[in-house]
């Protein structure tokens, strides 16, 4: 039976215990480090460890999404990851997830690949294969072991990390934050690429921030109030895609977004940008905080180009996700190479 609005019903992430503060990166460049921290707002990023790859982020945080939603994995009959670093360029992360979360072998599983906005991508998918009944719960995850070439500006913010949103039918006891809308908005703006033989992206610097991030962002955000008839003071949580701390903030002053609107998912400057999975991360922050009937805004943006918009409203209070017990670990940048020199060319 169809249903009128999907909503997530359960949620998990995770984030690698490694990191590396921007001055470590500087200093191995022989740069400044203020310079570097004014310039992006980025005190420090995420590092996974060797033996962590894109599907070990995902696995984490999927298991952590169906342990939240209290559902048997069992039900759970679709599956669709985004990354821009699946472990192979010819075998899917979603099959193997779907395998290793024991999902129902009948799912639709498909790996995604839109730079920074595929997961929200596959939440997208997710959303209409329960609207229209064909599946009662499905799991969307944005994960990514993010590439960048040593010395490039990405290396500065390039993360690690997972996040998975479960949905179902708005009218299960078990939903959480419903689904009221979703658009995108999409063009051919080469400012981010990696080409297939390549192991590392590339960028046209004069393209990111604009046509890029701020014109994708803006128009998604606009069409996204338009389409619901909403004003940006009655949302009480929003959420943009973070690739760094300056451009979200900027958006946010366009819009006369509040710092306290932000607060919750604002998350970038000390974990980075962690590419398909930053803008969920950013949600999975403020799905422990929001409180019931308050309403998220989230744009995601995907370099070349587009931007997803979502508007949700909870349907009761947040859940504390539990403390997985890490120990946060800084480590040189030496290691930190070390940890990324198996990533293939694919």
């Known amino acids: 039976m169809a249903a009128s609005h999907s909503a997530i019903v359960g949620f998990g992430m995770y984030v690698p215990s490694g990191r590396i503060k921007t001055e470590e990166i500087a200093a191995h460049w022989g740069r400044d480090p203020k310079e570097i921290l004014s310039g992006l707002g980025v005190k420090e990023k995420a590092v996974a460890g060797a033996e962590e790859d894109s599907f070990t982020l995902a696995f984490e945080a999927g298991k952590l999404a169906i342990e939240t939603a209290g559902i048997q994995s069992s039900e759970i009959s679709a599956i669709y ?190 974990i980075g940008n962690t590419y398909s999975a930053c803008s969920l991360l950013g949600l999975a922050h403020v799905l422990q905080e929001a409180k019931k009937g308050q309403k998220i805004l989230l744009v995601s943006y995907g370099s070349g180009a587009g931007a997803d918009a979502f508007l949700l409203t909870m349907l009761r209070d947040g859940i504390a996700l539990p403390i997985n017990g890490q120990t946060i670990r800084y480590v040189s940048y030496g290691e930190y190479r070390r940890n990324y020199e198996e990533i293939p060319a694919h």
């Open 81 to 270: 990851v985004g990354s821009e670093s699946h472990p192979y360029a010819v075998k899917p992360t979603s099959g193997m997830l779907a395998s290793a979360l024991d999902l129902h072998p009948f799912s639709f599983c498909a790996d995604l690949e839109f730079a920074c906005k595929a997961g929200t991508a596959g939440m997208q998918i997710v959303d209409a294969f329960v609207r229209s009944g064909q599946i009662t719960y499905g799991m969307a995850i944005g994960t990514d072991k993010a590439q960048s070439k040593p010395g490039d500006a990405l290396e500065y913010t390039a993360a690690a990390g997972a996040a998975a949103v479960i949905l179902g039918p708005d009218s299960s006891p078990k939903a959480l934050c419903r689904i009221e809308s979703t658009l995108s908005f999409t063009t051919d703006t080469p400012d981010f690429w990696r080409e297939a033989k390549s192991p590392y992206p590339a960028h046209a610097g004069r393209f990111t921030g604009e046509p890029g991030y701020f014109l994708h962002v803006r128009e998604a955000l606009k069409g996204m109030l338009e389409q619901a008839k909403a004003k940006i003071t009655e949302i009480d949580h929003v959420v943009l895609h973070m690739p760094n701390a300056k451009f979200p903030s900027k958006i946010a002053k366009e819009f006369k977004i509040s710092k306290e609107q932000m607060k919750a998912g604002f998350i970038v400057p000390v």
